[in-house]
């Protein structure tokens, strides 16, 4: 008789590449429909004894591929998304310093320091100077941010969406939008 792990394995190994295509169809590209397929195996796993042996394994088996497959592409969605609100903040920055070009990473003071894609500060010892100062003044006006704005600034900096940090600190998305602009003044003020 066989083991409730041989008979999944046996059952997984039967459908695996038409559990494939399926996440591939959604996903597009074979790293992530790989991913997707690897998730499902362990999802399924946790859940193999809620199966029902009188219906098809292939049929229980595509339902879970096919969620995998969509939280795949809803988590890619959510991660450019919030890529997308972090970057618009620091472009509004990068305005007021045309020679700035800053970059989503994860921390914030770390993004001004990523800044030096077209300028090479080593040739120029003034531009050196300034920019070590200029960090220390954004390094020194982000700690001295108020509570209640770097409370919302610092996690949305690091990556999470208004609907996280709103779920996460009891505040509207219009109260973080509001406490991320003013952060955003404040940084501002030191650039200029």
Known sequence: ??????????????????????????LNQRERAEEALQNSYIK???????????????????TIVRNTSLDAIRDSKKVKHRDDETQSIFQSLAELKPSYKFNPVPNYVSRAEACYEDRNPASNPQLVLEEKELLESIREASENLPENIKAVMVPFIEGYTLKEISSSSKLTQKVIKQRILEGQKILRNVIE
């Open 44 to 62: 399924a796993w946790r859940k193999f004894d809620s199966y029902d042996p009188e219906k098809k394994f292939i049929n229980w088996m595509t």
């Open 1 to 26: 008789m066989k083991t409730k792990q041989e008979q999944f394995d046996k059952l997984f190994a039967e459908s695996k590449s038409k559990l494939y295509s399926i996440a591939f169809s959604y």
